[in-house]
């Protein structure tokens, strides 16, 4: 058959003057890779399946990656587009702050030449009440609410479907809503001229419709109110519009990008006495829109630190697909060696016969990619869940990650068949049909490599897995300092300021509850701070500080360091935290915290915030009346925090609870959360970080072991006749499974030397960033190694087995 190939090439050759030689050549290697594709079953589905698997899970990772870095880049002009950043020095602290008083924009446009336009934007930072006037009963919490410039439609390009770009905005109590939004509310994007009320007082009128924000911009929106509708809601609003309050984003839109380091020299040149503060002197930065998302200042960020985790995981997966696809190629080398020799002797070169095996490879990967993107059509969905992701079908289409693809694929194949085409074009025709070739020239050493690596990626990935794991199970387990359990907490807005004291008692009467507080706060949730100097060193410190009644304490189960006598006003109550960062007395009930506040008590520390920061000096100032609280402009209002007996029927009190609040608040939907909830919302990066560790982990142990089990397959047939004849000579099963498992028992070893120490210095530095962490647990390695090495036995030993109960007459029948 060898034969008839290469005559049947040579024929071609002669008649090169019929047909173009090259097209001929192409369908030439295509035949003879689908028939070895044919020929070769098992290894041929191992190939593919080891493949599609990692390209599968490398697309979507590499998906989300790509998806992160292409944030808010849609808009047209996104690189001259800037927010506006401030940065205030107390001391040591350096405070940054991204709202700006109403006058603060149109001063900087006319002071900065370099400044083209500016868009203000207040989003809404707690949900507001949006209903249909007719169904005004059936009011909806919405949260992607905001008020913007007319400008808006102008400098980002947020295309609209009706309505006029830029007249939308231009009125008061006007605004755009998005396409979802007026399917939602109206059942139809014909909306125009329709009004919907806001927070159960005033109707907007729709003046636009939107398309919806794509999934990779951050700014999404619902309801785009104008920005003169804010200062006509409430006496409060037009007092912060008019006096200078810090409530607007501030988006630059500048003459050209390059001119960034000029404008701010000019923002701060113009702006200091703008914001009614000159003696704190802020230094006025800009981030520019493209950095926003990805570690931006008041930006969830969390993602920052899993793109270079990611990134280097999907990498390594398909290394390790590829690493196994080559390995196995080349693993069957002898196979293919009286092939290569008789073809080099009817006159083959070496670049065609690597051609060739291009060929094979780039068939083998285009059908693994296939397969993988099928693959990624149905597990896309399941595992954004589990990242907690959204990306739009838009992105997947899109040119730009169309060409991505492309791109990952031409580099799959060319690396996929380098090394096999390498090896495999090599072999010395005169030393093949000789009968001196031998195995070793495929490449054995090379396999080793590939093997190792593979190993020791899939014992890194087990020992980052268990390790995350340990640690996120830690901080779940991990004392606060109060008690979270059963503690339901209801966001308070300014229509239940009227009514909050009933309502508080009424909760307070309900059968299973046993006490009902007040905060302005809420705990994991955020905080406001204030500066004090340290007594002794006169420095500024930052502080923590709530207002609340005179039932926090008890009801959240924080414990007392030194009881308060009482809980006067303009007294307040200090952790520990605090007398040591302020420098306070060991002792500082009665001493002065700043001026007109005394220390009343003392508290220990507890972790409001998350347990990756640990505690923080804090302040806790007991109100006599918190309904002020809900009268204070700003997106915090206030808490109520609920504490439910365990025994109780927490399904039964939260619904009783929601028909009080309706009944003292009647325009604002009840919404309610659980502390715990919150508390685990703070490590939900950690919680993403564990579930894809697993992920990964599963894949790499899988691909690994569809390589061994295809280099065992091979080892078994080729060393068929060894065992055969070992098995005469009197040797054992167990010896046969003993001496085929042997070589793969070392690498594994080979490969805990290699992953373990990687992995104890990536994870030690992981952990560094948790003010609360465990030791470096040692049972997670030996662990590891030890579950390598059962999955590497129960692989290997499979075949192993099957190879040495053959009866050796059937081999040997023919010798």
Known sequence: MLYLAGTDLLTQFRNRRSKPFCDIMLKNYLKIAIRSLFRHKTYSLINVLGLAAGICVSTLILMFVVHEHSYDRFHARHRDIHRVLGKVKMGDNEFQMNSFAASFAPAIVEGVPLVADYVRILPSYRNVAIADPARKEEAILEKNVMFADP?????FSFPLEKGNAPAALQKPFTMVVSERAALKY???TDVIGKALLYEGKHLIQITGVAQDPPSNSSLDFDFVISSTTYPALTASNRQNWENGGGIFNVYLLLNSAGSKALAEKGINRVSHLKEGQPDLKPKYTLESLDDMHLGGAFTDSGNNKLIPIFGVAAI??????LFNYMSLTTARATQRAREVGVRKVVGATRAGLGSQFYMESALVCALAFGLGLLMVFYLSQPFYALLGLRIDTSFVISPFFLSFLAGLLAITALVAGSYPAFVLSGFAPLEVIKGRFTGN????????????????????????????????SFMQRKELGLNKEQLLSIPLGPSMADNYIPFRDAVRQQAGVSNATFANAGLFKGYNMFVAPNKITKKEVGIVQLIVDDQFINTLGIKWKTPAVSTRFNTSLVNEQAIKQLGLKKDPVGQQLIEGITVEGVFEDFDFTSVQNGAKAMTLSVAADTTNMLRTPGSVRGVMYVRMNAQSDIAANVKAIGGLFKKYDLETPF???????AFNETFKNEMRLSGMFSVFTVLAIFIACMGLFGLIT???ETRTKEISVRKVLGASAAGIVGMLSREFVVLVLISGVIAIPAAWYFMSHWLEDFAYRISMPLWVHFLTIAMMLLITLLTVGFKAVHAAMVNPAASLKND
Do not use: H, N, P
Request: charged share 15%.
């Open 671 to 677: 919404e309610y959360y659980f502390l715990d909830d």
């Open 151 to 155: 400008s808006f439609f102008k400098i």
């Open 316 to 321: 390594a997966i398909l290394l390790l697909a």
């Open 441 to 472: 020239i495929g490449g054995v050493g090379v396999r080793r490599v590939f093997t190792v690596f593979q190993f020791a990626v899939s014992m890194a990935l087990i020992v980052g897995s268990l390790i995350v794991r340990e640690q996120l």
């Open 186 to 188: 109206f059942g139809s």
């Open 714 to 716: 091979f080892t078994t």
